[in-house]
């Protein structure tokens, strides 16, 4: 069966301070991957989506990048955080026409 | 561009009673898929629904159903004999393609359920 793992559970890092957050899958074979980002009781955005190997689309320019080095990994990074960039951040992953399948989420709090 | 909106910022429901939580989607392309997803305070997403832009019934899995109007481009959430365990955010999201060759899927900005016991 598919899994997906996503860490750090939870991270508070400073203002202008780098960021890396990894994700994983686990059974199966070129997924579509995802970023998103939920604000404090609101609706996901997203950010970013790569449906192959180094192949990035953005959705939302900001401070964030994000890299697809293997299939089934995806990094969401940033080489100066902003306050702005709190948030719960979910990892999700799918086929050609599947439901998302997301990752527990990593709750960055920059201070 | 594709939209999705949810109208209902909170909803309350006595318990064991059915609930509809409505949905309306805007999309150009004609193959698409809607899904409904439960978010309970711990910030899992629990995928519940899915239905399809070709699919000629409505969804159903267990206590959920998903009313499909695809003229009046609605896919309401159906919940019925609602228990104190759905109190939850629901959201719901649109998943384009193939047509527009991305797989993008965008969601509401979702409905608090409390369900009273």
């Known amino acids: 069966s598919q899994t997906i793992h996503q860490w750090p559970a939870t991270l508070v890092q400073p203002v202008g301070s780098p960021l890396s957050l990894e994700c994983t899958v686990e059974?199966?074979?070129?997924?579509?991957l995802y970023w998103y980002r939920q604000a404090a009781g609101r609706g996901l955005q997203l950010l970013f989506y790569?449906?192959?190997?180094?192949?990035i689309s953005s959705e939302v320019p900001q401070n964030l990048s994000a890299s697809r080095p293997q299939d089934r990994q995806f990094i969401l990074s940033s080489k100066k955080l902003l306050l702005s960039d709190s948030g719960f951040y979910l990892c999700?992953?799918?086929?050609?026409?599947?439901?998302?399948?997301f990752g527990n989420g990593t709750r960055l709090t920059v201070t | 561009a594709q939209k999705i909106t949810q109208t209902q910022p909170g909803m309350f429901v006595q318990e064991k009673e059915a609930v509809t939580l409505d949905c309306t989607y805007d999309?150009?392309?004609?193959?698409?898929?809607l899904f409904w997803y439960k978010q309970p305070s711990s910030g899992e997403m629990i995928f519940l629904i899915y239905?399809?832009?070709?699919?000629?019934q409505n969804a159903t899995e267990g206590r959920y159903s998903l009313n499909f109007q695809k003229a009046r481009k609605s896919a309401n959430l159906v919940i019925s004999a609602s228990q104190l365990g759905d109190s939850a955010m629901y959201f719901c999201?649109?998943?384009?393609?193939?047509?527009?060759?991305?797989?993008?899927?965008?969601f509401g900005t979702g409905t608090r359920l409390k369900v009273l016991a």
């Open positions: 059974g199966t074979s070129n997924p579509n």
């Open positions: 999700a992953w799918s086929l050609m026409n599947s439901p998302l399948h």
């Open positions: 239905q399809g832009s070709y699919d000629q």
């Open positions: 790569s449906v192959g190997i180094g192949q």
């Open positions: 999201a649109m998943r384009e393609g193939p047509t527009s060759g991305t797989y993008k899927y965008i």
């Open positions: 999309t150009s392309d004609p193959s698409y898929g």
